[in-house]
């Protein structure tokens, strides 16, 4: 990459950044807006941004288990994270805007932008969009209930922190667990090529990874190491350590992998799709002889 490209690469990084923190700023000051900026607010002032691998990951898992928590309660935010790929790039990276509105007796999202989306618009709709924020931040209620009521507005998620390629399509999907990422390369009609496929999927205290046909991946035992080019296969990282007496492990870990000529490739990323809405409460009503009865609930996402 050129000086060049570095330069303009790094100006959209700022203009990004710019964005984003423009429009949660305006948020942070007023996060009465609704519920599920209360509570991402409260994530976001109680555990530390410093970069540290243990804050990094509290952070994305608090911010993602909100985040399907008001998904499962706000039918506007269900459907602009089900329906649309780019907001749900937004909601799971670095940012999601988007405003509803009522059309006839349905309640709709009508426009929507992420981070990257937002920053590509013409200065004046940018400015009409930030107006727009002010003046209905200026009206809220006190209360946080009666907020909530109101079905047309703005609605901001500053997104769970991941970072994800922004061409990556991605899926929800109710039989993985964790995430799954999938990278293919892209064909070439010209070329006899083998199909190359790596799938990198979260399982607990360990990444599975799983290589088809040759391909430009690396693993790197920690940040120090060399790079270890990984053969085609199946096979999968441990990064759980025994426990041993008078010893406490810290258990937040990292797993180095890198991907050369990215451009080659595509993208496709399945997150697991936990909504409570599709949880079963289990009832086991326990009697005894002596007529004394106890009972069995629970559920779980």
């Known amino acids: 990459m ?106 709709e999202v009508k426009e929507r932008y992420n981070i990257h989306e937002l920053a590509k618009l013409p200065s004046n709709e940018y400015d009409r969009i930030l107006s727009e924020i002010d003046e209905q931040l200026k009206n809220l209620s006190a209360s946080a209930i009666e907020n909530d009521k109101i079905e047309e507005k703005w609605y901001f998620w500053p997104g769970c922190e991941m970072k994800i390629p922004e061409e990556t399509t991605i899926l929800v999907d109710t039989s993985v667990q964790k995430s799954k990422f999938v990278v293919t390369k892209k064909k070439i009609k010209s070329t006899n090529d083998q199909a190359t496929q790596i799938i990198l999927e979260e399982k607990p205290y360990q990444l599975e990874v799983s290589l088809l046909g040759d391909n430009e991946f690396f693993y790197k035992e920690n940040e120090e190491a060399k790079e270890q080019k990984l053969k085609a296969g199946f096979f999968a990282i441990n990064r759980s350590e025994p426990e041993f007496e008078g010893v406490n492990a810290d258990g937040f870990s990292e797993i180095d992998l890198v991907l050369k000529n990215g451009e080659e490739y595509d993208f496709t990323l399945y997150m697991p799709y936990n909504s409570p809405r599709f949880d079963v409460l289990t009832h086991l009503e326990i009697s005894g002889k002596n007529g004394r009865v106890e009972e069995f609930v629970a559920t779980t996402t």
């Not at 700023?25 to 976001?44: E, G, T, V």
């Open 2 to 107: 050129s000086t060049q490209d570095l330069m303009a690469e790094e100006s959209i990084h700022l203009r990004l950044a710019k964005v984003r923190k423009e429009v949660k700023d305006r948020f942070d000051a007023k996060p009465l807006n609704d519920s599920s900026y209360i509570m991402y607010h409260m994530i976001d002032q109680n555990i530390p941004n410093d970069g540290t691998t243990k804050d990094d990951i509290l952070r994305i898992v608090q911010f993602f288990n909100t985040l399907s928590f008001f998904e499962s309660v706000n039918e506007a935010l269900r459907d602009a994270y089900l329906e649309h790929n780019s907001l749900r790039l937004g909601f799971l990276t670095n940012g999601a805007l988007f405003r509803t509105e009522k059309v006839g007796n349905k309640l």
